[in-house]
């Protein structure tokens, strides 16, 4: 069953949609925008430590979003090697479409819990919490033993 869903929700990630630009966006992208939009003028840095990604990775992204025309790059008026981000007014539509997606699906589920909603949240995320720490304990071993 696990492998069943993951496979579907990593389905979901890699179709693009559109979010009401007109542009193709995969779902590292439209995170990226997420992140970026609730983060006002953060850096590269700073974005890699809130996505759990590294440095490379995040500036690699950006560029793409620039290209796509969603991110702008902007210097700080006090460090003019600091680089920070910010979404355009193409971006900021991917943002709230987003938003809007986002609550649909909280509605659906909503809809589909019932009153039982709290309850299956909370199950669900300490089932989550816990299989998070599992992994992070797998992958330490594997670090120290170099053994899978």
Request: with cysteine; glycine share 10%.
């Amino acid at each position: 069953m696990l492998n069943r869903v993951v496979g579907r929700l990593a389905a979901l990630q890699q179709a693009p949609r559109e979010y009401g630009t007109g542009v193709p966006l995969h779902g590292g992208e439209i995170h990226t925008i997420q992140a970026i939009g609730k983060s006002i003028g953060v850096n590269v840095t700073q974005l890699a430590e809130k996505t759990g990604v590294t440095k490379g990775a995040v500036s690699q992204m950006v560029s793409k979003l620039v290209a796509k025309g969603m991110v702008r790059k902007a210097h700080a008026e006090d460090n003019a090697k600091e680089v920070l981000l910010c979404l355009t007014d193409l971006g900021w539509t991917a943002f709230r479409s987003h938003e809007e997606f986002d609550m649909e699906v909280l509605e659906a589920v909503r809809e589909y819990c019932g009153d039982d909603l709290e309850t299956k949240l909370g199950a669900f995320l300490s089932v989550m919490t816990d299989f998070d720490a599992i992994l992070t304990l797998r992958e330490r071993r594997q670090e120290l033993t170099g053994c899978d």
